[in-house]
């Protein structure tokens, strides 16, 4: 029965054709496994649930602790209040810019990079691979780097945002990882006996062919850039440039009363009602973005080959 | 492939070897692919360590670095550090966040991979999978935020505990509580991501092995041990030489969101305390990079034995 | 090869071009034909309004408006014809930007208001040549330098160890600063307790300002106030006791006095003509273990070690009012229904002991402002920056414009009198929000002959009058502003910080945990001593002897 040729069926095929039961060790892990998993889940769930109930529960019967699994007093103050917030648009505006513009700066630098990395008949291309990983494992420090990009005149400058951080070693070796492993260099003689050059031969042989690593380092990058916070925190003074996680941080942990920009003069205790009013709806509005990212990603994550490519 | 070969350079190829010149003269428009990356990595990651002279001056934010008026003062940096009365701790806090955070957070992703693979629903185990790495796309700042909304002063876990008549504790004031709560939510944030290496090598684990098992008689516990296991351990190797070497780089921006006043003697690391030197105050520049030369030259110590004791144990490394 | 290098190209020319700044307005301007006038304060510094302009850097307080806005610099444009250009940012981010601010080279303001700089700074800054001598300019600033003659101890105040004075004075004398605490309770509260017989030390009769309570009377009513739900909602959410830890006002430092010591923020005082340092005292090792009890309990408020001045200022303004006693300077501010507080005296110590100490807090400062050497003709802005010092725009300056904040009108004495507050609003957040605060004089003499002192100042004075100062700590005085020679702020700069953090981190543990034992005092002062402790007090000591050499 064994010797049946079982090779192209999927697993859970498989499991039906099996003829044998489990043991009653088996048996036991496999309820511990699953309760386990399902354990983890609720810790991971729970959290994200508990932050989408109470930014629309009422804030009185949050802080009194009544709100656990449902909400209580559905209100729409929170967002309604955040909107209120000019810094929330400007932030989001600038998040938007720096992200797009940031991530077109990323790819532009690292997919030709991992891309020549990834051929072995690259000139220096071992001296190369060392200059680049050396810097994963030693730098000058912070103090270093800041004065150098003060020195580029780039200090309180929205450009910095998008210029910082312009090359992520660690995703130009995913990206040579996967050039290596899927385009092979037969796949790249073949396009040289047809007459194309190195450009060409990258621009309309590797890219159509680079879909998934394209989609993953724009997601690394994007969402690199949507979550940076400390960059602009050191090098921008100006809140028109602040970008949505620095205006964030003002909300949910410094918890400082947000400055005036213009509106009836607010007193302190109204300060304090809106900052805990907005934690929540302000959380579930910063990353409604990944949110809807998230689903687009997950497809490709769930094609095998991609998984392939991070060996 | 492995995952060493990712970031070995690889060998010479196995064609006939051509002698450099021919080979840069037919390629060299392959180098241009990368120069951007390189001019930017020059700029931004090598022309930085040229400040490291810093360190060995007495220099102020007006400073220029090799300005005629450079005020050098040697090791005084460092001597100045060493001689802190926080020096040992601020080397024990970084230290013990970076070796209790790895202590705890290696495993669970391997655990969790293995228990996701072990699944008879695979279906259900990619669902899993996929909610398990949703927080890490999280901020830190959202993150941190999240900590202070559950486990602040008036927060939920708190709420709750006064509900039930517990104790509230405070959770961002008590010093202790700050590396089970920085560590932990670390793991909630990124175990199911980590995770994710783990099941791509699991998955290319040829299905007869476990045919061959079952026949034996093996149970799903003993067949992860045989086979699962081994299957992984050069994708562990690599990962653990790379966290060893980073073990004094631990996440300083989520420190530096998490502490307060009253829990600094256990939440002030070497780099938030560069921050604090270097940006707050009077910007002592010199100072603050001599501490985070310090920092480096540990991490790169660090780095080389764990490579060297890897290489010894099981020949997988980086170089 | 095309592609790539258009990309390198464009990148680096942004990067070029970013870093390209505009040229500086003022420096293409020819002083002659700009009719500067400096000898009368009241007429216009320049002929043609705005044909000058200054790029003025200020952090400003969260509840102040932009300072474009304000009427007191719109005012202050109108009368002298100088633009100020003002770039604001909040306090915080300020503080987090200072460095960077001084780093970038290129972006480099006219001056900084609200600069807040340390000596260190000023020398450091002062010695590379990025900020201007301004006592060169004094010719030019006919109302600062009558001040400095009538006040030499102003004069030395400002005055850095090379003799020159790179920095604006800030002056503000009303006889409040060394008393930053006043004890408020609930009284309601207490009668409630009374009439429930709960205790028994107290009558009705005895619920007025000035009442005396010994430390364990008080704990008995924090613990009190704390489980029987005083304020009649169902719920346990009162606060027995809370204040802003180590804030410039309302802090923890009267709590300690009880124990025989004068304590303040910074644990230094002077004490019959020695600087002492109170945290290596013994009774300071005594009073932190016995209000770690405090905190334990939950008589304190836990939130004391995390919350900002402005989070405090709105606890008591809530529905339900939740503040059983706490520290400020007056009830107002702090809880919507002040009429239900009283003051006490400072508590009475476990043996028999009732003083406090007094605050370091100075009344005159300075740091306020400096000049850049780039900026071009500092001589106008400086002339700007002297109407400041007239009597009226410094109180305008500090409390608010006429019209808002002052009646037109002056009153029978010929003084500014305060309008009465809009509906809804604390005097606190009227002037945040209209008076920037800064650079400014206001000495005894204009509180005598200008302007009328708020009316929660006077009532602020009598109270402390009634309730603070009797009972300061025999021979204990504040700690004048002494200035340092420059190898004293050198060496002070480093060991100050240290000891700071290090007192700090310590008593903020003890507090929280218990503590300290003999052993760990020990430990704690032998640390101390470590960190400079010994050399700080030397310096401070020598400093003030000259200080008073000097001027009594």
Redesign the interface.
Same mark, same amino acid.
């Given at each position: 029965m064994v010797k049946e040729t079982r090779m192209h069926l999927s697993l859970n095929k498989r499991r039906k054709l099996r003829p044998y039961k489990d043991s009653t060790g088996d048996k036991i892990f496999y309820f511990v496994n699953g309760f386990v998993l399902f354990l983890l889940t609720l810790i991971v769930v729970y959290p994200l649930y508990f932050i989408i109930i109470a930014s629309i529960s009422d804030p009185d019967a949050i802080f009194n602790g009544d709100v656990y699994f449902f909400p209580i007093k559905i209100t729409f103050e929170g967002y309604a209040r955040l909107f209120n917030e000019p810094l929330i648009w400007t932030g989001y505006r600038n998040t938007i810019i720096y992200t797009v513009f940031g991530t077109a700066f990323n790819l532009l630098l690292t997919l030709p990079a991992g891309w020549a990395l990834s051929r072995k008949n690259l000139p220096f291309r071992k001296l190369i691979t060392w200059f680049f990983v050396i810097t994963m494992f030693f730098g000058g420090g912070l103090i270093p780097y800041y004065l150098l990009v003060a020195k580029l005149g780039l200090v309180d400058n929205p450009l910095s945002m998008i210029v910082l951080g312009g090359v992520s070693v660690w995703n130009v070796f995913v990206c040579k990882s996967y050039f290596q492993a899927n385009i092979p260099e037969e796949l790249l003689e073949a396009s040289h006996m047809d007459g194309c050059g190195e450009f060409r031969s990258f621009w309309h042989v590797v890219i159509p062919l680079s879909k998934p690593i394209i989609a993953v380092m724009v997601l690394f990058y994007a969402v690199g850039h949507w979550n940076s916070y400390f960059d602009a925190l050191v090098f921008l003074s100006t809140e028109e440039y602040y970008p949505l996680q620095l205006v964030l941080k003002d909300i949910l942990i410094t918890a400082e009363v947000i400055s005036n920009t213009g509106g009836s003069a607010e007193t302190i205790i109204e300060q304090a009602k809106i900052a805990n009013q907005i934690k929540y709806s302000s959380i579930i509005v910063s990353s409604i973005p990944i949110i809807i990212l998230y689903p687009l990603v997950q497809k490709f994550f769930n094609k095998g080959f991609l998984i392939g490519s991070f060996k | 492939m492995p995952l060493t070969h990712a970031i070995k350079p690889a060998p010479e190829t196995k064609f006939v070897k051509i002698s450099f010149k021919k080979n840069f003269r037919k390629n060299w428009r392959l180098l241009l692919f990368v120069l951007p990356a390189l001019i930017y990595v020059l700029i931004f990651a090598y022309l930085p360590m040229y400040g490291i002279v810093i360190a060995f001056q007495d220099f102020t934010p007006v400073d220029d670095i090799l300005g005629p008026n450079a005020n050098w003062i040697g090791f005084g940096n460092f001597l100045r550090f060493f001689n802190e009365f926080r020096f040992w701790r601020l080397l024990t806090n970084t230290f013990l966040l970076s070796l209790f955070g790895f202590l705890v957070g290696f495993p669970i992703p391997i655990i969790v991979a293995l228990m996701l693979n072990s699944l008879k629903n695979q279906k259900i185990a990619k669902k899993l999978q996929t909610i398990f790495y949703a927080p890490h796309f999280i901020s830190v700042v959202v993150l941190v935020g999240m900590l202070y909304l559950f486990f602040g002063e008036y927060g939920l876990i708190n709420n709750i505990a006064r509900s039930i008549n517990l104790e509230a504790y405070s959770y961002f004031l008590q010093a202790e509580a700050f590396r089970p709560l920085f560590i932990f939510s670390g793991n909630w944030q990124d175990f199911g991501w980590s995770a994710i290496i783990y099941l791509a090598a699991l998955s290319g684990v040829d299905p007869h092995l476990h045919e061959a098992a079952i026949v034996e008689g093996a149970s799903r516990v003993r067949r992860i041990f045989a086979i699962d296991i081994p299957a992984i351990i050069p994708t562990i190797s690599i990962i653990l030489i790379l966290s060893i070497g980073n073990l004094m780089s631990v996440g300083y921006e989520k420190a530096f969101l998490m502490q307060t006043g009253a829990n600094i003697v256990t939440s002030e690391i070497i780099a938030t305390y560069v921050y604090k030197i270097g940006f707050l105050g009077t910007g002592e520049y010199g100072y603050a990079t001599a501490i985070g030369l310090f920092n480096s030259i540990i991490n790169v110590i660090l780095l080389v034995i764990a490579n060297v004791s890897a290489r010894k144990f099981s020949g997988n490394s980086i170089w | 090869?095309h592609?790539?290098n258009i990309?390198?190209a464009l990148?680096l020319s942004?990067?070029i071009l970013?870093?390209?700044?505009g040229s500086n307005s003022t420096s293409e301007i020819d002083i002659d034909s700009l009719g500067y006038q400096w000898t009368d304060t009241s007429a216009p510094i320049i002929a043609t309004k705005d044909a000058i302009s200054f790029d003025v850097l200020s952090p400003?307080n969260?509840?102040?408006?932009?300072y474009d806005d304000m009427k007191v610099f719109n005012d202050l444009n109108d009368s002298t014809n100088v633009k100020i250009s003002w770039r604001n940012?909040?306090e915080?981010?300020y503080?987090?930007?200072?460095?960077?601010?001084?780093?970038?080279?290129?972006?480099y303001p006219d001056a900084i208001y609200h600069a807040g700089f340390?000596d260190?700074?000023i020398i450091?800054?002062s010695s590379?040549k990025?900020i201007i001598p301004l006592d060169e300019y004094f010719d030019k600033m006919p109302n600062l330098s009558a001040i400095l003659e009538k006040r030499p101890d102003v004069r030395r105040m400002l005055t850095a160890p090379d003799g020159h004075i790179y920095t604006l004075p800030k002056v503000e004398e009303m006889g409040l600063m060394p008393y930053p605490n006043l004890l408020f309770v609930n009284k309601s509260w207490i009668a409630d307790l009374i009439t429930a017989n709960l205790i028994s030390f107290l009558t009705i009769n005895d619920l007025n300002d000035g009442l005396n309570l010994t430390l364990e009377q008080f704990r008995t009513i924090l613990s009190l106030f704390k489980t029987e739900d005083m304020n009649k909602n169902g719920?346990n959410d009162e606060i027995p006791l809370s204040f802003v #830890?180590q804030n410039w006002q309302g802090n923890y430092s009267d709590l300690y006095a009880t124990f025989g010591i004068p304590e303040n923020i910074n644990h230094l005082t002077v004490l019959d003509g020695n600087i002492t340092f109170t945290a290596t005292d013994s009774k300071w090792r005594e009073a932190t273990n016995y209000f770690y009890e405090w905190v334990r309990d939950g008589l304190i408020d836990?939130?004391i070690?995390?919350q900002?001045q402005?989070?405090f200022?709105?606890k008591g303004?809530?529905t339900d009012q939740r503040l059983g006693a706490f520290y400020w300077w007056e009830s107002e501010t702090v809880v919507k229904n002040p009429e239900d507080y009283i003051v006490l005296n400072p508590l009475i110590g476990l043996q028999g002991q009732q003083y406090i100490g007094v605050s370091n807090n100075q009344e005159m400062t300075r740091g306020e402002f400096v000049v850049f050497s780039k900026a071009a003709h500092p001589e106008i802005l400086l002339t700007y920056m002297d109407r400041y010092y007239d009597p009226i725009i410094s109180a305008q300056i500090n409390y608010g414009p006429i019209g808002i904040v002052f009646e037109e009108e002056l009153d029978e004495h010929g003084k500014l009198v305060q309008k009465p507050l809009p509906q809804?609003?604390?005097a606190d957040?009227l002037r945040l929000?209209n008076a920037p605060l800064g650079c400014f004089y206001l000495s005894y003499e204009e509180w005598e002959n200008v302007i009328n002192m708020e009316p929660r100042a006077r009532l602020r004075l009598e109270r402390l009058d009634d309730h603070a100062i009797p009972f300061v700590y025999p021979g204990a005085s504040p700690i004048p502003n002494i200035t340092y020679t420059m190898t004293e702020i050198n060496a002070l700069?480093?060991i100050e910080?240290?000891l700071n953090? #290090?007192v #700090?981190?310590q008593q903020?543990?003890w507090l929280?945990?218990g503590g300290p034992s003999e052993s760990q005092f020990n430990t704690f002062k032998n640390?101390l001593n470590?960190?400079g402790l010994q050399e700080a007090l030397a310096i401070y000591q020598a400093a003030y002897n000259r200080y008073i050499a000097e001027f009594e």
């Open positions: - | - | 090869m592609k790539n990309i390198i990148t942004a990067i970013s870093s390209c700044q400003k969260a509840l102040a408006d932009n940012l909040s915080s981010a503080a987090a930007q200072k460095t960077l601010i001084m780093s970038d080279r290129n972006n340390s260190k700074e450091q800054y590379r990025v719920k #830890y836990r939130e070690f995390s900002t402005d989070f200022l709105a303004k809530a809804g609003m604390t957040e929000k700069s480093t910080l240290n953090s #290090y #700090y981190e903020t543990q929280l945990n640390t470590n960190i």
